[in-house]
């Protein structure tokens, strides 16, 4: 019983403890439409429903064959292979599974516990099914934290509750991540054929992606809008598609004119983008068009100054600008870091936001960090 020396013991809930505690969290896994905090939010259920250590709600991949969960918001998800230990054993049995002693169970896993320097004793898993009855992941509770120090027959009962009720809210926010992550893929691939015409890497777009979202984050921008923006980001360039070889290929310097025309390619990417309903390509079309709009005002197409220009179109100008400077172009080479960090200091409250470039300045590490981590080859 080593786990217990560090988990303090608890009681078993009274039947009002157990109804405040289904009442409150059923009002919220009802609300929640984001599959990764309804795992949070059922898994913190599950876990004061029948006094457990950990409790988890895994997820089966059936493209890549494994289970996955999300143990905690803002923490990565876990995966393993989808028939690994008692989780995979329920999956494939579609049986709940009782033990009081894993030890002595020859389906359980002790690498896992030797890799997480943890000793699991008592586990309750039970499968949970979707509408058509078909298992989509299991419930998994470990080490009961009471004197008796093992699952009960009314443990069991109580998750299935829950599993059943929540099947619903799970399915309807697994469908909705499958419909986001088609999106994503959809809008990268865009992106990248833009950026491919005028040679550059999808990498190009993905650091674009993360400094916004690094950006958004340290401006205090909500998490949903953080994550608008970071889907956003990638398309600022879409408009790009219409400019001629000639001029998005042509080795040297512009001519004037030949600016001229490429300076359309924000109107460009915001006609293509703008009669869209969804919130991603809504974004997507306010980066476009802004850009390249400067906070005093000397920018294009508007020439919009100062909060006129979209938190998006100005979190975007300094990380598009921000990547184009470090990075070669068919027209420039790269330059070194302590370059661009010039430009941005002389630039401070003329091109860029200067709140902006303090917050880049103060967190100058992570984007070294997103710029060696989807480094160009
Ligand atoms: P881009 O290559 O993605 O560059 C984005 C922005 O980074 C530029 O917007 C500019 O603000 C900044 N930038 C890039 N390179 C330099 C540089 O060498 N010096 C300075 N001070 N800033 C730089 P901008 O100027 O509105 O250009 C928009 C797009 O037009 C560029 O996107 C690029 O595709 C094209 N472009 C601009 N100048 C030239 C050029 O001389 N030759 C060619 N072939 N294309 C150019
Ligand atoms: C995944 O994409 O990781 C699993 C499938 C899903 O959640 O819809
Ligand atoms: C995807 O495959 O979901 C797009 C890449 C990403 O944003 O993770
Ligand atoms: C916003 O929070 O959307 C706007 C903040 C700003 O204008 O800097
Ligand atoms: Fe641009
Ligand atoms: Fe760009």
């Known amino acids: 019983m080593s786990f217990v020396q560090s988990a303090t013991l608890g009681q078993e809930l009274s039947e009002k403890e ?66 690994c230990g008692l989780v995979g054993h329920c999956i494939a049995s579609g049986e709940s599974i009782l033990v009081d002693d894993v030890y002595n169970n020859p389906h359980f896993n002790r690498e896992m516990d030797a890799l997480n320097s943890y000793k699991t004793q008592a586990v309750l898993v039970i499968p949970i099914r979707n509408n058509e009855g078909k298992v989509m992941g299991a419930y998994q509770a470990v080490n009961k934290l009471t004197q008796a120090a093992k699952f009960s027959a009314k443990d069991l009962e109580h998750l299935t509750l829950i599993a059943t009720y929540s099947g619903k809210s799970l399915e309807t926010a697994m469908l909705l991540k ?35 979202y690094l950006l958004a984050q340290y401006h205090g921008l909500a998490p949903d809008e953080c994550e608008l923006l970071r889907m956003a980001a990638p398309m600022h360039d879409i408009g790009k598609i219409g400019i001629p070889d000639s001029i998005l290929k042509k080795p040297g310097k512009l001519t004037v004119d030949e600016f001229e025309v490429m300076k359309t390619h924000s109107m460009l990417g915001y006609e293509m983008l703008k009669n869209s309903r969804r919130p991603i390509l809504k974004a997507a079309a306010i980066v476009a068009k802004e850009h390249h709009e400067k906070y005093d005002g000397t920018g294009y197409p508007n020439g919009s100054k100062g909060d006129e220009i979209h938190i998006y179109g100005r979190i975007c100008a300094i990380a598009d600008v921000f990547d184009a400077l470090a990075c070669e172009r068919v027209y420039k080479k790269a330059w070194p870091l302590d370059k661009v960090l010039d430009l941005f200091r002389n630039e401070k409250n003329k091109h860029f936001d200067g709140c902006l470039v303090d917050l880049m300045f103060e967190h100058l590490p992570e984007f070294e960090e997103i710029g060696r981590l989807y480094k160009d080859h």
């Open 18 to 83: 157990l109804l405040d505690l289904l009442f409150r969290y059923n009002i919220k896994i009802a609300s929640e439409r984001r599959l990764d905090r309804l795992l949070v939010l059922m898994a913190d259920l599950g876990r004061r429903l029948v006094v457990a250590d950990r409790c988890s709600l895994w997820l089966l991949d059936e493209d890549k064959g494994e289970l996955w969960t999300k143990v905690a918001h803002g923490v990565a998800e876990l995966r393993m292979p989808y028939d």
């Open 178 to 212: 499958e419909i986001e992550d088609t999106q994503r893929e959809i809008i990268f691939t865009m992106s990248e054929v833009g950026e491919m015409r005028s040679k550059e890497t999808g990498n190009h777009v993905m650091r674009v992606a993360q400094y916004c």
